[in-house]
């Protein structure tokens, strides 16, 4: 057993070990989780979470490296959260993004972890909104989340972040086309990286038109900047820096950032319970409550869906 007060106390301290024994409980789904979320409630809610998504290609772990350099010159410790495909053997991380960020690896003010997916869609790993929720809880003032280049089904980083910041890159091919019915309708910031190279110009003058087709924004509407970078050399990276506080301050104005937070929360009590009566129903294999219900549908006398309803009001108590 894990003595959690001690734990999330030297985790506060700033201690990288602490702070990884957390997640690994975290990703382990262990025993002891209700009790560290328990202890981490009151502490979290102050970190600025940023999500980064895009194509394969389009130097997501370079910009974010670059950013982690941005935020330490203003002296805030930064967290990365970088969310790898999963082996289909080991279930682990397949990317090195530790190492590409190996810049930062002797910086005890930044935190650096990968994450399988372990299949998960969307390209984020299931426990990524508890595992955010440590690092906010552990001191960190801006938490990176760096999400597998999966296309379309990515725009779940939308949906745990304050900002999500979308990164293309010239000489994708139809790279935006293939996004415009997905990655483009969720960023709050779109960054052009490697802007170095032939046709960035053009990609952010497509970019521009396609986010303006159909806008049906009001005065005083947030309006995702385009930023061109070229990361590896730390080209723009301030101004992506400074589009970033734009947004956040935009949004403390307004209420959108506590509106953002509570709907994750309540994302998040959601995934917990579905995978609590998940979990219930996976035991009922071989159960008799099961199998009667099974021999009614087979027999005619009950449907599929009004069989789901007793099952379902069996498991909740429900009348």
Do not use: C
Request: avoid cysteine.
């Amino acid at each position: 057993m894990v003595d959690v007060p001690t734990l999330v106390e030297q985790a506060r301290a700033g201690g990288p070990r602490a702070v990884a024994r957390l997640i690994s409980l975290v990703e382990g789904a262990s025993p002891q989780l209700r009790e560290v979320m328990a202890a981490l409630a009151s502490l979290a809610g102050n970190a600025y979470v940023v999500g980064l998504t895009g194509s394969p290609g389009v130097g997501k772990s370079t910009s974010t490296s670059a950013l982690v350099s941005a935020y330490r010159k203003q002296g805030k410790r930064v967290a990365v959260l970088a969310v790898d495909p999963s082996s289909p053997f080991s279930g682990g991380a397949l990317l090195g993004d530790r190492v590409r960020m190996s810049d930062h690896a002797s910086d005890p003010g930044v935190y650096i972890r990968s994450m399988a997916t372990r299949g998960h869609l969307g390209g984020l790993a299931w426990a990524a909104p508890q595992a955010i929720r440590v690092l906010d809880a552990s001191g960190f003032d801006v938490v990176l989340v760096e999400t597998v280049g999966v296309g379309q089904s990515e725009v779940e980083i939308a949906s745990q972040a304050d900002t999500s910041v979308v990164l293309l890159a010239p000489g994708m091919g139809d790279g935006i086309q293939a996004a415009k019915a997905g990655i483009l309708e969720i960023g709050d910031v779109y960054v052009v990286n490697k802007a170095d190279r032939d046709g960035a110009d053009a990609t952010a003058r497509e970019l521009n038109h396609m986010l303006g087709l159909g806008e049906s924004r009001g005065p005083g509407d947030w309006r995702p900047p385009i930023v061109k970078t070229v990361a590896a050399r730390g080209e723009g990276v301030d101004e992506v820096v400074e589009a970033l506080e734009k947004h956040r301050a935009w949004m403390e104005e307004r209420g959108v950032l506590g509106e953002r937070r509570a709907a994750r929360a309540a994302r998040e009590v959601e995934t917990i319970a579905v995978t609590r009566l998940r979990e219930r129903i996976g035991s009922l294999h071989g159960d008799r409550r099961l199998d009667a219900l099974a021999e009614r549908i087979v027999a005619g006398s009950l449907d599929p869906y009004a069989a789901a309803d007793e099952l379902v009001a069996g498991l909740t108590g429900e009348s």
